[in-house]
């Protein structure tokens, strides 16, 4: 270890009084609100990487009000829950970077303190070691990112928050039902304590209770037939906050359901079902986003052809699958982010959200455009961007699992990478078609904005560059999972 | 008889009931109002049913009291503390809920999802 270690309680509590502080001296700071949750976040950053180390060598636990587990609330810090704040802190103050020029309205500090909750709620889910107050941590994240998909009021957005809304509250309602069974049964809430007795509780109640919680966070995770609400809630909240709904949130929400399922109600014969609830959702996504007229749409359908992937492989159960997942998740949350990121000042300067309205517009905004089509590149898995390395990890470790299921899935991944691919090639040909624009574009992208687009394109660019400590880092967050 | 008709079994086949209603409304109405009515129905299911979960049949409030010095014969607090923040949430969600449907009702002039432009439901 090396020198003291600062207290992981931090990460949670510097957004979260950030948040409040931003509203108390909303008269005081008046336009600058951005710049505290900017400052915190920047905190938050450089905390969570002084954290890591420490962590990955041994998980550090934090005792809070004195009273140790299973009786008091602890929190856990440990290589998996790190990388994946490291992962939200990051894009969180990448995207703040971008909103200061995006968000443009009058209460900047009422987005900007929603938005550190949204921070909050998704740290605080990935570090804590007690069932209810994972679920208090969720409803942070759920109820700040319904507000913030509504906040710039059109219809479309009031429509989709709501929607959101309905269901995530419906996902909610399962996970109290599934902690109510838990402590009725076992009397904890603790999950290191509820892994170390799950073999007490009946087999019946143990997989309802386990289906009850899965299919609660599967809805935030967007995993299919629970993910009708994602595309109209990722495509009409603003695009920064898109950034961050297809970057972490539904990454965070997967990630902490395939870590319940395993851990603590330890049911890994379940796996192959959710290894084929993967590659259906991954299909789904992939041939629903080829059909979409507007670019937001084809990106939300999208990320959820991601998530299937991610879930896909995380549900191979092998260390190396994991491991290739969570590169995935890296390389998801980067590429995503730039192509939402870019995508929002194509509809700012066109004033549409159609592709085919975006003609010519490759040549206009050359730089984004470029890092745009980086991005989509990445995603479908390029060499030598770090999409190509997580994908052909996971394609080999799912073939090298052997298993006849398992090589005719991967298979059908392949698929979906095709069709990656055909729509991919859409979007390109309308970019940089010869065809005018109707519109004429006045000015390209704010410098703060494109720096916050570049630095998340470098970590995929850059990704094969530093791949040996990144699988290092996925691979010991892996093992945690198994 | 006697074993089935207990507080603990009745008070769970009315939570479940609830959380069925509730979510039969939810699957089932067009109108947002209903679909808020529906939510809060399951919510309260589910908050009895956890509250249920620490219940002893003839036990006390978890307080020490002169009478009362064992907690033997107490009902378990840690769920009725859990009701109570999920009630909160529970109680937050609903007035967001309205507050979207405020603005919905302004932007549309109707409550029926299915009118409402856009999105498929």
């Not at chain 1, 961050?244 to 990630?255: N, P, R, T």
């Not at chain 1, 192959?272 to 992939?286: A, D, Q, R, S, Y």
């Amino acid at each position: 270890m090396v020198g003291p270690v600062l207290s992981p309680i931090l990460l949670i509590l510097v957004p979260l009084s950030a948040a409040f502080l931003i509203v108390l001296l909303s008269s005081v700071l008046k336009q600058h609100g951005p710049v505290l949750a900017f400052l915190a976040l920047a905190a938050e950053v450089v905390m969570a990487i002084s954290i890591y180390p420490a962590a990955a060598a041994a998980p550090i636990e934090v005792v809070i009000a004195g009273v140790r587990a299973p009786v008091g609330i602890n929190l856990i810090a440990d290589p998996l829950s790190m990388l994946m704040v490291l992962v939200v802190v990051i894009s969180a103050l990448l995207v703040s970077l971008y909103s200061f020029s995006y968000i443009r309205d009058e209460q900047k500090s009422r987005y900007s303190a929603l938005f550190l909750l949204l921070v909050t709620g998704a740290v605080g889910m990935l570090l804590t070691g007690d069932i209810f107050n994972l679920f208090v941590f969720f409803e942070i994240l759920c109820i700040s990112s319904y507000i913030l998909v509504a906040y710039h009021r059109g219809g479309l957005g009031l429509e989709a928050s709501i929607k959101y809304l309905i269901l995530g509250s419906v996902g909610s309602l399962f996970i109290l039902i599934s902690i109510g069974m838990i402590y009725g049964a076992l009397g904890t809430l603790n999950m290191a304590h509820i892994g170390a007795n799950i073999d007490l509780l009946p087999e019946g109640t143990r997989l309802a209770a386990a289906a009850f919680f899965l299919v609660g966070l599967g809805v935030e995770a967007a995993v299919f037939p629970l993910n009708s609400w994602l595309p109209d809630a990722h495509a009409s909240a603003p695009s920064s906050i898109s950034a961050v709904l297809s970057g972490f949130v539904i990454e965070v929400a997967l990630i902490v359901m395939i870590r319940v399922a395993g851990s603590v109600f330890q049911i890994t014969q379940v796996f192959p079902v959710l290894m084929v609830v993967g590659v259906i959702t991954l299909l789904i996504g992939e041939f629903a986003a080829n059909r979409q007229p507007t670019l937001k749409r084809m990106l939300a359908y999208s990320s959820i052809g991601q998530i299937g992937l991610i879930l896909f492989a995380l549900s191979v159960g092998t260390p190396d699958a994991s491991s290739g997942a969570l590169l995935q998740v890296i390389n998801h949350a980067a590429a995503k982010s730039v192509l939402f990121l870019v995508a929002g000042y194509y509809i700012m300067r066109t004033g549409s959200g159609r592709i085919e309205d975006y003609a010519g517009l490759g040549r206009k905004m050359p730089v984004a455009s470029f890092l745009f089509v980086l991005a989509f590149l990445s995603l479908i898995g390029v060499p030598p961007l770090l999409g190509f390395f997580s994908k052909f990890s996971i394609i080999t470790s799912a073939l090298s699992a052997g298993t006849v299921p398992s090589l005719f899935m991967a298979g059908l991944v392949l698929v979906g990478t095709v069709v990656e691919v055909v729509y991919f090639i859409r979007v390109m040909q309308v970019l940089y078609s010869s065809r005018q624009q109707s519109v004429s574009i006045e000015s390209g992208i704010p410098a703060g904005a494109l720096v916050s687009i570049l630095l998340f394109s470098l970590a995929f660019a850059a990704g094969a560059a530093i791949l040996t400590p990144l699988t290092q880092a996925a691979g010991s967050a892996a093992a945690v999972l198994f | 008889m006697n074993q089935i008709f207990t507080v603990t079994s009745l008070m769970n086949i009315a939570a479940f009931g609830l959380i069925i209603i509730g979510l039969l409304a939810i699957f089932t109405q067009r109108n947002i109002f209903k679909l808020i009515i529906g939510l809060n129905l399951a919510d309260v299911g589910v908050n009895i049913f956890l509250v249920n979960a620490g219940y002893i049949d003839g036990g006390t409030a978890p307080i020490f009291t002169d009478g009362i010095r064992s907690a033997q014969i107490m009902t378990d607090p840690v769920p009725q503390a859990l009701v109570l923040t999920a009630i909160v949430i529970g109680f937050g969600i609903t007035a967001l809920a309205l507050g979207l449907t405020i603005r919905l009702f302004e932007k549309y002039h109707t409550l029926d999802v299915k009118e409402m432009r856009g999105l498929k439901w």
